[in-house]
């Protein structure tokens, strides 16, 4: 087993903070004079939640490429360690991780490297149903954290580039729309090319509120103090390394469940249309962003498959679900969840049109290589 670089910051129970500095090896982020390299390899990356499945991918790709990375993350995800475990067998030596909770100020400006090229915040409380049970933890985290996470930039690596992975849920339950049903989905009547950045913010949810006030402060900040700062709105993400359970990660969630026998509940009609974005496409959004920030600072995205990735929660995708585990799979029903949109398609033509880019990986292509990874690592669903 690799050891990892470790930094153990601060841990939520008892806030002291305990360095082992034999643990540094050959990896001192900050030291000396500070320079930005952006779009050249040995960049400073800082992930927020890098042990998470967004930014673990992340973190593969930035090591991949010979950057070095710092991931901050407290390991509340269940199945996030093994995340890091992954990469620091795969990466080694560039890769160093700090334990700390983003709603720890002085945790999170101490890990960050003043000389960190970009910065990816990450991390959040991820899940609408768990904001609803417990609407202060979802506020300290996505908003507190976010918060947390503007003022360390500003304060320590004002020349960084900040990504934030905001939602689709800042346009809230989108009750008014019109939509209309067939027998496989709902779809809009009047947003053909899907929602665009410009429809109006319409927080529903606890989470909604928490992570819009983190998108806005996230904006104003590139605003008000000239931070180089891309909010990006994301729809569904799916792919390798989503530990998906009932409450987040439903792509994920259906594909281990229905490899492995375990119960699904459909809530609402399972009619429900979402366009998703396999994770490699995301990470390539991101990619397009930092190399065009002249264009992308200060702006909003919206990242998800557009109009041509799109399917039906349930309707369309248990069918394929059950092609590729050559049997039906059962299901349970329930009744609509809160702030659950009949329909989500965003429009993606600002993220094409500005950063060049395009969702390459089709809905079928995307779930025939998730339902594969999922096989190939049982180890991941059976602690
Ligand atoms: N996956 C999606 O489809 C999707 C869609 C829209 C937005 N997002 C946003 O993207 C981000 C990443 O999502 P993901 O799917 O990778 O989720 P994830 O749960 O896999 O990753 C989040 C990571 O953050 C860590 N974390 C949670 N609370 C923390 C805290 N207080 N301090 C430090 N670390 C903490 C977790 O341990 C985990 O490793 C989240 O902010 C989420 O709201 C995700």
């Excluded at 008014?176 to 410009?198: C, M, N, Q, V, Y």
């Excluded at 399972?270 to 264009?295: K, N």
């Excluded at 500005?354 to 690592?377: A, F, H, Q, T, Y």
């Amino acid at each position: 087993m690799y050891r990892l670089p470790m930094v153990l910051v601060a841990g939520l129970s008892d806030r002291t903070t305990s360095v082992n500095p034999t643990d540094f090896i050959g990896f001192h982020p900050g030291a000396g004079q500070i320079t930005i390299r952006e779009d050249v390899n040995n960049m400073e990356i800082f992930i927020t939640g890098g042990a998470g499945f967004i930014g673990s991918n992340l973190a593969d790709h930035h090591l991949g490429r010979g950057d070095r990375v710092t991931i901050l993350d407290n390991l509340s995800r269940r199945g996030s360690d093994c995340n890091l475990e992954w990469l620091a067998e795969r990466h080694g030596d560039n890769l160093r991780f700090v334990r700390a909770d983003i709603r720890d100020y002085e945790a999170l400006r101490g890990a960050l490297p003043p000389n960190a090229a970009r910065v990816y915040h990450m991390a959040g409380q991820v899940a609408v149903t768990t904001s609803v049970t417990d609407p202060r933890d979802d506020f300290e985290i996505n908003a507190l954290g976010t918060f947390n996470v503007v003022e360390a930039v500003r304060a320590v690596a004002p020349e960084a580039i900040l990504f934030y992975a905001s939602t689709n849920k800042v346009y809230g339950g989108m009750e008014d729309i019109r939509t209309a049903e067939s027998k496989d989905r709902h779809r809009f009547l009047d947003f053909p090319d899907g929602i665009p950045e410009s429809y109006p913010l319409d927080f529903h949810s606890p989470y909604g509120c928490s992570k819009g006030c983190g998108d806005q402060y996230v904006r104003d900040y590139s605003r008000t103090y000239g931070l180089r700062t891309v909010v990006m709105r994301q729809s569904c993400i799916y792919g390798t390394r989503q530990l998906g359970v009932e409450d987040q990660g439903w792509v994920a969630h259906f594909c281990i469940a229905a490899r492995y026998g375990r119960p699904i509940t459909i809530y609402g009609d399972g009619r429900q249309v979402r366009d998703v974005l396999w994770i490699d496409d995301l990470v390539a959004a991101y990619g397009s962003a930092a190399e065009r920030i002249d264009i992308a600072s200060g702006q909003i995205y919206n990242l998800g498959g557009g109009p041509d990735n799109t399917m039906s929660i349930w309707a369309e995708f248990g069918p394929i679900l059950s092609q590729l585990a050559g049997r039906d799979i059962p299901v349970a029903r329930a009744d609509w969840r809160v702030g659950d949109q009949r329909v989500f398609v965003s429009d993606i033509h600002k993220a094409e049109r500005e950063l060049g880019w395009r969702p390459r990986v089709s809905v079928r292509d995307g779930i025939e290589r998730l339902w594969r990874w999922v096989g190939d690592n049982p180890q991941l669903f059976h602690p």
